[in-house]
């Protein structure tokens, strides 16, 4: 396994089949020296500290390990879902507007999701027995699906998409907090579990539109995310920005999956 040392990830006395950057002029001179300099491997984008897509996937890995185990400690104690919500906010913003990536910050903000994910989704299942697994399953398929699809290139982030994304990302933003709003100070019946959303249209939940909605937009930024980190291994970035392809994605897939858990609670009412 490599080294996280930055001293020793960096230096190239620390890479296997490296010896020819250390030889000197005149072994090079050498019939013998120019043919193991030509029998060295190439360099690969780990070994020049750029960006790759496995170095992104174990980061990524690394992340929702320490997101389960926030989860596994705010699924035993609920009464941390809210500093975790909190906190975790609080870092999520840091992260997004720091000009470069930072792991230890990247790193405490999937530990404090992780407990107010573990805390909700223990509130929700206590109270809607069976909408977390559904819940699960249901984010697992979007991601999957998404995933193949920009793999195969039959879906791309576009610029006019973008647009539209940003607008309804704005407009879905001020409702949330309105309907928060209302349900704090009381604007609403309090015996609608989640305010506004509760609300129906046609028969319909309001909350349910809203989550579709939502829910497509999770699955369009989830394609920026990809091409986010497919951008960057191909711009040769630098190792580091894996940390932000990596923070992405999750901040998506956790969004996806509030999403999920709600609606399948407002399905059962």
Do not use: C
């Not at 020793?8 to 250390?22: H, M, V």
């Not at 910050?105 to 909408?131: D, H, T």
């Not at 398929?141 to 791309?156: I, N």
């Not at 576009?158 to 604007?187: C, D, E, H, P, Q």
Request: net charge positive; no cysteine; aromatic share 10%.
């Amino acid at each position: 396994m490599a080294s996280r040392n930055p001293a020793l990830s960096n230096n190239p006395a620390f890479k296997a089949g490296n010896g020819a950057a250390f030889a000197s002029p005149s072994e090079l001179a050498t019939a013998e020296g120019l043919q193991n300099l030509y029998d060295s491997p190439a360099a690969t984008s780990a070994d020049t500290g750029r960006m790759t897509y496995e170095d992104t996937i174990g980061k990524t890995v690394a992340l929702f390990v320490v997101l389960l185990v926030g989860a596994a400690a705010g699924w035993f104690m609920p009464v941390l879902a809210l500093p975790g919500m909190i906190v975790g906010l609080v870092l999520g913003l840091v992260n997004a507007f720091k000009r470069e990536p930072s792991a230890p910050l990247i790193i405490a903000y999937a530990a404090a999701q992780g407990l107010f994910i573990g805390g909700i989704s223990r509130l929700f299942e206590s109270m809607w027995s069976g909408v977390v697994m559904q819940a699960v399953l249901a984010t697992l398929v979007v991601f999957g699906v998404t995933l193949a699809l920009f793999a195969s290139g039959k879906v791309r982030a576009s610029r006019k998409a973008t647009k539209v994304f940003l607008i309804a990302m704005v407009g879905y933003l001020v409702f949330s907090l309105v309907n928060v709003g209302l349900m704090v100070f009381g604007g609403v019946d309090s015996s609608l579990a989640f305010g506004l959303r509760s609300q129906t249209v046609a028969g319909i939940p309001l909350g349910i539109i809203i989550g579709i909605l939502a829910v497509l937009m999770a699955a369009y930024s989830l394609v920026l995310d990809f091409e986010f980190i497919k951008n960057g291994v191909q711009n040769r970035a630098p190792r580091k920005y894996g940390w932000s392809g990596a923070f992405g994605l999750m901040v998506t897939i956790i969004w996806l999956y509030v999403e999920f858990l709600r609606m399948f609670a407002i399905s059962r009412n």
